[in-house]
């Protein structure tokens, strides 16, 4: 017992285990070595968010470069007691997805139904594959639980990137209704999911 | 209630998804040092929002791209930290300093033209992300593995015969934990272990990947290592063709405790027998 205490102790050096939330805090100090280990830890789900809104993977990469330039500008001012860092990375890139989508009309010549109809699996072998199909399927099971409305505004919204506006015309339902399905689908999410501040 | 303040109300959901104007959102930004129940739902439904980006498949992106972003940040400045709350700012310090600020700024600029280069206004909507001030650090990314939104097709890509929902819902739970931290540890002999954990819950789970796969009479089996208690049996596993698995460890994780894992005969062992193959500290 002791020998796998001591041998613990030993290999500490070698696995070097850090969360991400010490990386970025080590970011903020102009570490670049710990920024480049953040970037391989949090990268691959930064860059498949970011092409499932763009779906070209040129664009999805200059946009996955300028979140990552802003990650490492305004680490200075993450502060982890207000959440965790891959939260603060991964709202940071859905905001700079939408605003790209929002910006650049060339990349709308994507699928209407972009939000709607099911979607490829690109899977790329990244290490947390066992954990991504769990959670994946929580979120699935809790979109199932939505009306198909509030599910189709919610997906059309987050994956499709679009504004409620651009969700009542495609869905041909009045804005108001939207925002309605919009919140009461969001708010029936967090509950499926168990999200409690 | 005004009907302004109504409209923010109604607002939030489409707030989390991003999926309003720029105006729209300043609006509801303007609300929320106003509001603690509208700043609360706004948080949670961010929150929300997180999780929906993480069922998203990752895409492991091209080496050429991170020599480019290193290259680039070597001779990039960084901020300097926020100043201390400013004094106007109420209980809630971080949303109502950031929100006149941001509701201010963005009303001086055309509220219809988000910038193409989201980059050059880096510095005030990196201050806008912490209206969410999530609550929950979820580890991990998820997929989209066959989200059929509309069909109503449930693909459970795991069989329910490897895990309950429960083992699941607990999975879940650290990984909402306020506190809930991850490390990642290479295997001797090959494969990766992610450990998740949260002293709050006193939980732990472990995450294998590319792990070999063992004789029949043969297990994985967890350990908790105090520094002074020594192993504590923590429960066993064993790996699919593809080398992966996961389990919520038995047992209450206590502080500073690593976590091992060893090779033992099948159904496990008190003391392990073996030495371990990762061994990862939450210290």
């Known amino acids: 017992m002791l020998k ?29 070595a710990a920024f480049a ?72 010549d994507r699928d209407t139904k972009i939000g709607i109809r099911d979607y490829d699996a690109e899977y790329d072998n990244v290490s947390e594959t066992v954990q991504t199909r769990v959670e994946h399927e929580r979120v699935e099971k809790a979109m199932l639980r939505l009306t198909d409305l509030q599910r189709q505004a919610v997906s059309l919204a987050y994956y499709g990137g679009y504004s409620h506006s651009e969700v009542a015309t495609l869905l041909s339902v009045p804005i108001g209704t939207v925002k309605t399905r919009l919140r009461d689908g969001m708010i029936r999410l967090r509950d499926e999911l168990g999200v409690a501040s | 209630m005004t009907d302004e303040r109504h409209d923010a109300d109604s607002l939030t959901g489409a707030y989390a998804l991003n999926a309003l104007s720029a105006e729209e959102r300043a609006a ?18 961010a929150d929300t929002a997180v999780l929906l980006g993480r069922a998203v498949a990752p895409v ?56 193409v280069s989201a980059f050059t206004p880096a510095e005030r909507k990196a201050q806008s992300r912490w209206f969410t001030k999530p609550a929950i650090a979820v580890a991990s990314v998820a997929a989209v593995l066959g989200l059929v939104i509309g069909g109503g097709v449930l693909v459970n890509t795991l069989g329910e015969s490897q895990q309950s929902n429960q083992a699941a819902d607990q999975l879940a739970a650290i990984n909402a934990a306020s506190d809930h931290q991850q490390a990642v540890a290479e295997i001797e ?14 939980s732990a789970a472990m995450i294998v990947d590319g792990l070999a796969a063992l004789p029949d009479d043969k297990v994985y089996e967890l350990w908790f290592i105090g520094e002074e208690t020594g192993p504590r049996p923590a429960g066993t596993f064993t790996v699919d063709a593809d080398g992966t698995s996961w389990r919520v460890l038995d047992g209450e994780m206590h502080a500073g405790d690593a976590v091992g894992v060893t090779v033992e005969p099948r159904g496990g062992s008190e003391a392990p027998t073996t030495d371990p193959i990762v061994a990862i500290t939450s210290a």
Do not use: C
């Not at chain 1, 030993?10 to 970025?24: C, G, H, N």
């Not at chain 2, 004094?87 to 219809?112: G, H, K, L, N, W």
């Not at chain 2, 002999?189 to 006193?202: K, R, V």
């Open chain 2, 189 to 202: 002999g090959g494969g990766t272990a992610t450990l998740l954990w949260s002293g709050e819950l006193a």
């Open chain 2, 28 to 45: 509801v930004e303007a609300k929320l040092g106003e509001s603690e129940s509208l700043r609360h739902e706004v948080t949670e439904l």
């Open chain 1, 4 to 32: 796998l205490v001591t041998r613990e102790t030993d290999d500490q050096q070698e696995f070097a285990p850090v969360t991400q939330d010490q990386l970025l805090a080590r970011v903020a100090n102009g570490d670049q």
């Open chain 1, 37 to 108: 280990a953040l970037y391989d830890q949090i990268a691959p789900r930064v860059l498949g968010l970011v092409r499932r809104l763009l779906r070209d993977h040129a664009q999805s990469e200059e946009v996955t470069q300028e979140i990552f330039l802003e990650i490492w500008q305004t680490a200075t001012r993450y502060d982890s007691t207000k959440g965790g860092a891959s939260t603060w990375i991964m709202t940071m890139a859905h905001r700079r997805a939408v605003d790209r989508v929002r910006a650049s009309q060339a990349s709308r």
């Open chain 2, 60 to 115: 492991t992106p091209p080496p050429a791209l991170k020599a480019s972003i290193m290259d680039q940040i070597a001779s990039m400045p960084q901020l300097p930290p926020l100043e201390t709350p400013a004094p106007e700012s109420d209980a809630t310090a971080t949303v109502t300093e950031i929100a006149p600020r941001q509701s201010a700024s963005s009303s001086s600029e055309p509220p219809t033209s988000p910038p």
